[in-house]
C-alpha cells in the first residue's frame, strides 16, 4: 500500500474531528480467520482441534517462518470478539502461548473478563464508533480475528476492507459460521489466491463497498 501514513492519519484525525465517520482514509480493516471447506470456524462447543489438518499438495507454496513474522510485524493492532479472546485464554492456559505478541488487543464485551496482559483492552459500545473514530486515526493496519458474530457485525456496519479467508483440507459438518447470521449480500472482490503446501488455500477478497458496486 502507497502513500504516507501519517498524512492518512491526520486526514482522518481531521476528519473524525468534524465527525464524519465515513472518513477517507488508508488505514485498513481485515477480517481474517481459517475456516473449514464447509465454512465453519469453530465446532459448535468452539473447539478448534480440526485446524491441524494433514495433508500434502506438491504444486503448494511453502510457508516460509520469516516471511510470516515480517508480515506479522506489518499489523498494527488486533481485535476480537469475548467468546474468541476466551478461546485465547484457553490455549494460553495450556502453555500453547498467546498468538497475538505484543500488539494493542482490543476484546468487545460487555462483560467483565481477565485481563491478562497490558497489551488486552476491553471495549464495548458503538463499533462503527470504536473503529472509525479511535483505531483507524491511530493505526494503520487493523485485524479482526473472529469469532463469527463480530466478524458479520463488521461487514454488517461496512468496517471490512478486506477479507482474509484460510480454507483448510477439512469438512466438519456443522458448526459456528465464519460469517454468523449476516442479513445480506455483500459484493466482494478477489485479489489474491494462493495454495500451500499443507493444503491450506488462503483468498483474500477486497469488499467492495456501496459506492463501488455499479462497477
Ligand atoms: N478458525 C479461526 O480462525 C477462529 C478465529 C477466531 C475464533 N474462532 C472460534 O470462534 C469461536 C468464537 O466465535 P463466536 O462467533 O462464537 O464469538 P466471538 O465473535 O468471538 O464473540 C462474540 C461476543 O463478543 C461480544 N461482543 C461485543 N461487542 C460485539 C459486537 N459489536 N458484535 C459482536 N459481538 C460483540 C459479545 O459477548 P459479551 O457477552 O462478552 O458482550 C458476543 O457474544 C470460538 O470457538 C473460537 O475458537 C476461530
Redesign the pocket.
Known amino acids: 500500500m502507497g502513500g504516507d501514513p501519517d498524512t492518512g492519519r491526520l486526514a482522518l484525525t481531521v476528519n473524525t474531528q468534524q465527525d464524519d465517520l465515513m472518513a477517507i482514509t488508508d488505514s485498513r480493516v481485515t477480517i481474517h480467520?481459517?475456516?473449514s471447506l464447509d465454512g465453519f470456524?469453530?465446532r459448535k462447543d468452539?473447539?478448534?482441534d480440526w485446524?491441524e489438518t494433514s495433508d500434502e499438495f506438491a504444486g503448494g507454496e511453502t510457508m516460509d517462518p520469516e516471511f510470516i513474522a515480517a508480515f506479522l510485524k506489518t499489523i498494527d493492532c488486533y481485535v476480537?470478539?469475548?467468546?474468541?479472546?476466551e478461546?485465547a485464554l484457553g490455549f494460553e492456559a495450556k502453555g500453547f502461548g498467546w498468538s497475538y505478541g505484543d500488539k494493542p488487543t482490543f476484546v468487545?464485551?460487555?462483560?467483565k473478563?481477565p485481563r491478562i496482559r497490558e497489551t488486552v483492552e476491553f471495549h464495548?459500545g458503538d463499533?462503527a464508533q470504536f473503529v472509525n473514530g479511535r483505531l483507524r486515526p491511530k493505526f494503520r493496519s487493523i485485524w479482526f480475528?473472529?469469532?463469527?458474530?463480530?466478524?458479520a457485525?463488521c461487514l454488517r456496519l461496512e468496517l471490512a476492507d478486506e477479507v482474509r479467508y484460510?480454507i483448510l483440507p477439512v469438512l466438519i459438518g456443522d458448526g459456528?459460521q465464519f460469517f454468523?447470521k449476516l442479513d445480506r449480500d455483500v459484493a466482494l472482490h478477489l485479489a489474491e489466491v494462493k495454495a500451500y503446501k499443507n493444503g491450506m488455500v488462503e483468498l483474500r477478497y477486497e469488499v467492495r463497498k456501496h459506492r463501488d458496486e455499479s462497477r
Do not use: D, K
Request: glycine share 14%; charged share 10%; proline share 0%.
Open positions: 480467520m481459517a475456516a470456524i469453530a468452539g473447539s478448534v485446524l476480537m470478539g469475548s467468546r474468541t479472546y478461546t468487545l464485551t460487555s462483560r473478563l464495548s463499533l480475528v473472529g469469532g463469527g458474530a463480530v466478524a457485525e484460510s459456528i454468523e
